[in-house]
């Protein structure tokens, strides 16, 4: 038999990070996940740890730079984390670091933003990776269950039609997803948190001010969008579901229903994806 392939590392570190003194403070909350491949296969195979780091040992190095890096963003911290494995371990080939980000919004009392008290920004997770060898390495960015909708100007025709076909065409419906989107860094940008903000926007002005001919249809768009508003992006990869709300029909109690009541359903659902380069 053959190990063809080995990594191993922590997941779902939980680690939450505060900067800023006295009654000002700013929160960093973090799910991190760090893993190593190198010369660890003899743990696999000959029952010898002699190689081996301890999955725990690298909790502690997700901790330690977490106190050494109080004010990086998810992207800086990964990328420091990594660096830290691969200095501090030779033994190591490479060290993939992810996080999900909590993001907690600053809450606004009477006008004005409140130095320490913050709600939960309930729409998705921010999403951040490295990946460092030791010839270089390479960040994406990107959100993970992030969830919008047009209550119009989508629709779905034009699609190929046979005896199996029951779905209508239709000009005006409901459009919903959770997406899921990263993008890849060919570039560190001046502020990862703003590009990140500005990949968001040029999205969603696409989605919100377009007509969309399909979710397809969208996506590219909206993919080619982020690219054109942030030069640091190489590439985009958007997954969504196209969560169906289907029209009711009301004609066994004389009522019509232009498009005005629906049931909500989460399945089936489509399932649409792509990657974007330049
Ligand atoms: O945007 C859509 N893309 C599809 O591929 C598809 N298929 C389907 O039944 N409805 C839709 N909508």
């Known amino acids: 038999m053959t190990l063809l392939s080995s990594t191993y590392g922590k997941g779902r570190v939980r680690v939450m990070r505060l900067a800023g003194d006295g009654e000002h403070r700013d929160v960093r909350e973090l799910e991190v996940r760090a893993m190593l491949t190198g010369d660890i296969d ?3 195979t000959e029952a010898d740890n002699s190689t081996t780091v301890s999955t725990d040992t690298i909790k502690n190095v997700v901790n330690i730079v977490a106190r050494e890096e109080l004010d990086a963003g998810a992207e800086v911290f990964c990328r420091a984390v990594a660096a830290r494995l691969l200095d501090r371990y030779p033994g190591m080939r490479s060290a993939t670091v992810s996080a999900r980000e909590t993001r907690w919004n600053r809450m606004g009392i009477d ?8 709600t939960r920004d309930g729409n998705g997770v921010g999403t951040a990776e490295a990946v460092t060898d030791r010839s270089g390495g390479r960040m994406s960015s990107g959100l993970s269950g992030f969830t919008f909708l047009k209550a119009t100007a989508s629709g779905w025709a034009g699609y190929v039609k046979d005896p199996y076909t029951t779905i209508p065409e239709t000009h005006d419906r409901i459009a919903a997803t959770a997406m899921e989107a990263s993008w890849g860094w060919e570039r560190d940008p001046a502020d990862f948190a703003q590009a990140n903000a500005r990949v968001l926007d040029a999205m969603l002005r696409v989605f919100a001010t377009t007509y969309s001919h399909s979710v397809q249809d969208s996506l590219y768009r909206m993919g080619e969008a982020a690219l054109a508003a942030v030069p640091e992006i190489d590439t985009i990869s958007l997954a969504c579901p196209n969560k169906h709300y289907l029209p009711v029909n009301l004609a066994p109690f004389g009522m019509d229903n232009p498009n005005r009541v629906f049931v909500a359903t989460d399945e089936p659902h489509g399932q ?7």
């Open 42 to 44: 003899r743990a696999f």
């Open 111 to 118: 006008g004005a933003p409140h130095p320490h008290a913050f």
């Open 272 to 278: 649409i994806e792509c990657t974007i380069g330049r």
